[in-house]
Each structure stands twice: as C-alpha cells, then as structure tokens.
C-alpha cells in the first residue's frame, strides 16, 4: 500500500482542527480546553513513539501523553513535526520496509510486535479517532468544527479529481 496521500490528509486534517480550535479555545470551558489539547497531544506522542521505533531513534517519552498540557503553539509544532516525518518516509517506504516487524515495548509493559505497515495503520486510524474526539468537543460546545474528509483533502489539493467521473467504473 503506498500511504503518501494518506499521511498528506492526517498533516493537514491535524493543522486544520488546531487552527479550529487555536481561534475558538477561549470559548470552551477549562475542562474541555484542556481535553482538547490533551487528546491532541496523545496522538503526538504515541506517532512519536512509533516514528522512534520505525526508524530505531531514542523513545523521547516514558508514558502516552506528557503531564504536562503544552500550548497549541506547542502542539502544532510536535505534530508538524511527526507529520512531516511520516510523510517523507511513507513516500519513499518499499515494500520491504512495510514489511519489517518491529519489536517494542509498550509504554503499559507488554510486549508488542507491528510491521511498520501496521504501524501505519494504527497511526492514521488511532489519529483519526482521537481528532473526531477533539471535534466532537468544539461541537458539544455549538463551535465550528473544520471539514476534514479525506475527500475534501482530494479535492482541495488535487482539483482535477472533482470533474472526472468515468461511469464505467462504478
């Protein structure tokens, strides 16, 4: 599977609900600015535990979130960061490098054995479950959430797409 595209989408969908929530957080209550940031930043250190373990670098974190709660400021650049990673790596990913197991430890003790493209996976799928949650709070408080389809991000970035329906392939 080549997951380019893929990680394209998860970098601007992650800069999008930031941008969302970066001009709406005064608006939520302090309990729900902080889950918002606090799951955002969970994704953060989880892909950058598992970028550790792709590219056999040094875990930066003992646990899956910080206690400390960053800044959206900060956030923004932990993720862009981590993004920007996935990106370059998932374009020049071989095959081979899918296929290698990794070995690790998860941050509870078990033990865990993915190959990279099921860390892959888990990263965009378990990104995209914890920005649903994050959106879901802008939501429950009547706030604009972005539109962040996966579609959109086609069709936003790659216009050509929107006209070209060949009815012979549905």
Not at 21 to 32: M, N, V
Not at 85 to 96: D, I, P
Not at 118 to 136: D, F, K, P, Q, V
Request: hydrophobic fraction near 35%; avoid cysteine.
């Amino acid at each position: 599977m080549h997951y380019g595209n893929a990680f394209r989408y998860k970098k601007w969908a992650n800069s999008e609900l930031l941008s969302f929530g970066e001009r709406q957080i005064h608006l939520l209550s302090k309990s729900d600015a902080s889950y918002f940031i606090r799951i955002l930043n969970h994704t953060a250190v989880v892909d950058s535990l598992f970028i550790s373990r792709i590219s056999g670098t040094q875990e930066l974190f003992t646990a899956d979130n910080t206690i400390e709660t960053p800044t959206i400021p900060e956030l923004r650049e932990r993720m862009d960061q981590n993004d920007s990673w996935l990106v370059s790596f998932s374009e020049s990913a071989t095959s081979s490098d899918l296929d290698r197991k990794v070995s690790f430890q998860f941050k509870d003790g078990d033990s865990g054995q993915l190959s990279i493209d099921e860390i892959l996976l888990h990263l965009l799928t378990h990104g995209s479950n914890h920005r649903g949650m994050a959106s879901r709070t802008l939501a429950s408080n009547g706030l604009e959430r972005p539109k962040d389809t996966f579609t959109r991000f086609l069709h936003k970035f790659e216009p050509w797409r929107r006209g070209a329906v060949d009815n012979h392939d549905i």
